[in-house]
């Protein structure tokens, strides 16, 4: 095992660099990469190769037409391989240069490329929730098998061999992701014991997407370096246990400028207005986290309030009191679609 350690850190030079390109697969959800070799560094993707994988093998083209091409859209470093090693987060399309079904950045690209959402500079913090599971049960971390630890309570950034269920995992994710360059602003320990949060942000526009998707698969990595399984179920475990969300925080110049609030009120509205539309697109098996229990909203009311985790939209003390800021969207399913969601918070509020 020594020695397969020491080739897998082998320090390549330069003249050699290895490229694992990513995208997301049939589900919407599943993520898949693969690796090719490069002749010199690279830190633009548009100077990197398109390529192509078999889509009939991610449920993403027939069998007799499986051809899907990679876009490189964006470039982290790659903490696994370090050096000048990269990771690429692309976006797939047919042959003829046609979005496949499941490129849901490119109608965000878009949306973020409109004028009008450029000018308002978009910014977004999004607070990924997730639960660690037993690979051989696909019970939570830390819980016994085919029972449950104590009530919740204790968990929620707690301390303690019996309250912070996969650590390890958390704090090399944390690591990893700021060597990736990836803009994570915080770690959490949850409520439920085995779940925590990351948040990234704050993020200007398309960006959010790309580092969000960048995480989960370091994340998804260093699991499968673990032995654990990655769960963004909305609701891991049934009963009186919180579900996993992906609060989006979200402001545009308007509202980040004095008079702000007005802005941010303006903008509660209308999404108000499209709530089931939102609601549709927030994720699957919301239904079963967004109760009213739990610091939810009901998933058919929508409401908002100041510092009330129990609505559809949250608006912090710290805005209230300076009259300019942000707001959170409290709606998302940890297992929501982060080009999706951002996208059409900007739409329905600027355009």
């Known amino acids: 095992m020594s020695l397969l350690n020491d080739l897998i850190t082998l320090n390549l030079s330069d003249t050699s660099i290895i490229a694992e390109y990513i995208w997301i697969g049939g589900s919407g959800l599943d993520l898949r990469s693969k690796a090719r070799t490069l002749p010199e560094p690279v830190s633009d993707p548009k100077k990197l190769p398109k390529w192509n994988y078999d889509g009939s093998s991610t449920d993403q083209a027939p069998g007799d037409d499986s051809e899907v091409i990679l876009y490189p859209q964006a470039i982290f470093k790659d903490p696994f391989r370090r050096v000048s090693n990269i990771l690429v987060m692309c976006d797939a399309y047919t042959p003829a240069g046609e979005p496949i079904p499941t490129n849901k950045r490119f109608n965000a690209a878009k949306?973020?490329?409109?004028?009008?959402?450029?000018?308002?500079?978009?910014?977004?913090?999004?607070?990924?929730?997730?639960?660690?599971?037993?690979?051989?049960?696909?019970?939570?971390?830390?819980?016994?098998?085919?029972?449950?630890?104590?009530?919740?309570?204790?968990?929620?950034?707690?301390?303690?061999?019996?309250?912070?269920?996969?650590?390890?995992?958390?704090?090399?994710?944390?690591?990893?992701?700021?060597?990736?360059?990836?803009?994570?602003?915080?770690?959490?320990?949850?409520?439920?014991?085995?779940?925590?949060?990351?948040?990234?942000?704050?993020?200007?526009?398309?960006?959010?997407?790309?580092?969000?998707?960048?995480?989960?698969?370091?994340?998804?990595?260093?699991?499968?370096?673990a032995g654990a399984v990655l769960s963004l179920d909305p609701k891991p475990v049934k009963g009186d246990w919180n579900g996993a969300g992906a609060h989006t925080n979200y402001s545009t110049k308007s509202m980040r400028n004095d008079g702000g609030i007005d802005v941010i009120k303006k903008a509660i509205e209308k999404l108000s207005l499209r709530h089931k539309e939102h609601i549709s697109a927030y994720g699957e098996g919301n239904e079963r986290r967004l109760t009213g229990r739990h610091e939810t909203a009901d998933i058919n009311t929508f409401s908002w309030g100041v510092a009330n985790r129990g609505a559809s939209i949250r608006v912090g003390r710290d805005t209230e009191k300076a009259g300019k800021g942000y707001f959170e969207d409290r709606r998302p399913a940890s297992n929501m679609d982060p080009y999706v969601v951002t996208s059409m918070i900007a739409e329905t509020t600027i355009l």
């Open 111 to 225: 949306i973020f490329g409109n004028s009008a959402v450029a000018a308002e500079e978009p910014w977004y913090g999004i607070e990924q929730e997730y639960t660690l599971l037993q690979k051989d049960t696909n019970w939570p971390l830390g819980w016994p098998v085919g029972g449950f630890p104590g009530p919740q309570g204790p968990y929620y950034c707690g301390v303690g061999a019996d309250k912070a269920m996969g650590r390890d995992i958390v704090d090399a994710h944390y690591k990893a992701c700021l060597y990736a360059g990836i803009s994570i602003s915080g770690i959490n320990g949850e409520v439920m014991p085995g779940q925590w949060e990351f948040q990234v942000g704050p993020v200007l526009g398309i960006s959010a997407g790309d580092q969000v998707w960048m995480a989960r698969y370091i994340l998804e990595r260093i699991t499968e370096i």
